[in-house]
């Protein structure tokens, strides 16, 4: 028997790639909504940093961790930045590199792992104020309720290019080449898992973003909410 959702207009879920541009979009929708956001592939890196900076070896060990801290999604719309704060520790920019993308990449694949965060996902949500949830599977899997599914394309030169100019407005250095490659391959990872793949949801409104700038995609998708 199919189960019928019933939707909800006051989330906003955006899926794609890396480097797609979703977290400049949500941070311009909740903006001007004032609603909350919930940055999940903040989460999975918060899993790669226990990987590979605090030597947290296996799956089991990770899952541990992750249960008996408190970890608590902080957003600053005025700054433009979503940090972590693992019981009194405060993480963002630590989290920020493509090692740790990558190695949240590869985690990103195992079962405990992400049932380990959905709860931290789902309790973003709070009625009473609306929320914009970016990842790869908020509309298929998180949110599946939420009335406005997005899904962000755009080819992965365009998004290296981007993820680079980013990277450097941070001071951060960038070699063009290893950034494409990565991108690459972490696309290739989180399309070919066999949990909570990246893929639009049946429901979702696609935009190729290659040639439109970030107000033209948040245009289109402020035109389809007010259509709800
Ligand atoms: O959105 P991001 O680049 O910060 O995400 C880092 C990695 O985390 C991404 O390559 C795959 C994983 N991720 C995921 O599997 N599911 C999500 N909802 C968000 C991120």
């Keep these: 028997m199919d189960v019928i959702l019933k939707l909800v207009r006051n989330i906003i879920t955006i899926d794609g ?21 919930l940055d999940s592939g903040l989460l999975y890196r918060l899993v790669g940093y226990l990987s590979l ?11 541990q961790f992750l249960n008996k801290s ?4 902080v957003t600053n719309l005025k700054e ?6 693992l019981n009194k520790k405060i993480l963002g920019k630590e989290l920020r590199n493509e090692n740790i993308a990558s190695r949240a990449s590869e985690l990103a694949k195992k079962e405990e792992i992400r049932n380990a965060i959905i709860k931290i996902q789902r309790n973003a949500y709070d009625s009473e104020k609306g929320l914009i949830a970016d990842g790869r599977d908020m509309g298929t899997i998180i949110f599946p309720e939420a009335a406005l599914k997005v ?8 998004r290296a290019e981007r993820r680079a100019n980013q990277l450097k407005e941070k001071g951060m250095s960038v070699i063009m080449h290893d950034l494409l490659e990565q991108i690459q391959q972490r ?27 970030i107000k033209e995609v948040e245009k289109k998708v402020m035109e389809n909410f007010k259509k709800l």
């Design 17 to 37: 790639p890396s480097g797609v541009g979703k977290g400049t979009l949500a941070f311009l929708l909740a903006e001007k909504l004032d609603w909350h956001i």
């Design 53 to 63: 900076k605090e030597k947290l070896e296996t799956t089991r060990e990770i899952v």
């Design 70 to 73: 408190k970890i608590q999604l």
């Design 80 to 85: 433009g930045i979503c940090e972590i704060k």
């Design 151 to 158: 899904f962000l394309l755009a080819s992965p030169e365009v």
């Design 187 to 213: 696309d290739e990872e989180d399309i070919n898992r066999k949990i909570s793949p990246l893929k639009p949801a049946d429901d979702a409104i696609v935009i190729d973003t290659s040639s439109l700038s």
